[in-house]
């Protein structure tokens, strides 16, 4: 089930919000400021924010913008505003779509539906993980920000750890993967560079023994 955050400082528009998309498949939690928001999405597993731009205080610009600053997470606005302006500053500062109030509970759920329909494709190849972003499409892995500099094996074991979080690969497996079992390569290869991915993601300030985590006489797992 989608997790959907759902913002706005009116307890009655999210009682409102909930209504309409909890039938509709999706789990709902509200979030009456942009400072709850962002700490909501640092602490859960968030497919989605449904944010109201005119809240007083830390505003839903503002919220966007500092939401991007260390998650990908779907973002669409939700505001009476229906300047063209106005759209326009909320999609650059990174809104994945912007609906305007009064709204309609169909058109609603169609565009988060549509929203998922069109991060699902690209999931696979731009993973984010508390702030560690695998990007196939760049090939890049990045930290905060900052890239970190990994050979192309070790992008290739990170990217088949995090994207199938929980599972435990072999050596034998990532050999296959990762190498196709080259002529002179055994487990021990795979050891050292897990170790050296390790080092790496240590010295970019990621917590690595959290997640990269060693299942003693088999292999590798990437914890959820």
């Known amino acids: 089930m989608k997790k959907i955050l759902l913002t706005d400082d009116e307890a009655r528009m ?37 944010l109201d731009v005119l809240m007083p205080g830390f505003n839903g610009f503002e919220t966007t913008e500092a939401i991007r600053r260390f998650s990908d997470v779907p973002i669409i606005l939700l505001t009476a505003l229906h300047q063209k302006e106005d759209i326009v500053k909320g999609l650059k500062l990174g809104a994945d779509d912007y609906i305007v109030k009064p709204f309609d509970e169909d058109e609603l759920v169609a565009r988060i539906t549509a929203v998922f329909r069109r991060v699902s494709d690209d999931f696979a190849r731009r993973i984010e993980k508390d702030g560690l972003i695998w990007d196939e499409f760049s090939h890049e892995l990045i930290y905060n920000g900052m890239t970190i500099p990994v050979t192309p094996k070790e992008f290739s074991i990170i990217g ?24 002179g390569t ?34 590798y797992k990437w914890l959820k």
Do not use: M
């Not at 400021?33 to 999405?41: M, N, V």
């Not at 050596?171 to 079992?181: A, E, K, P, T």
């Not at 991915?197 to 970019?204: H, I, M, N, P």
């Open 14 to 50: 999210l009682d409102l919000l909930s209504l309409y998309l909890t039938p509709a498949g999706f789990h709902c939690i509200k979030s009456t400021s942009g400072e709850h928001t962002l700490k909501l999405l640092k602490e859960e597993e968030i497919d989605l924010v449904l």
């Open 160 to 183: 088949q750890l995090i994207k199938n979080p929980n599972r435990v690969f072999s050596r034998d497996q990532l050999l296959s993967i990762v190498w196709g079992y080259d002529v």
């Open 186 to 219: 055994d487990g021990r290869t795979v050891d050292s560079h897990v170790r050296n991915l390790r080092d790496k993601l240590r010295k970019a300030g990621f917590p690595a023994d959290q997640y990269i985590k060693t299942v003693w006489g088999i292999g």
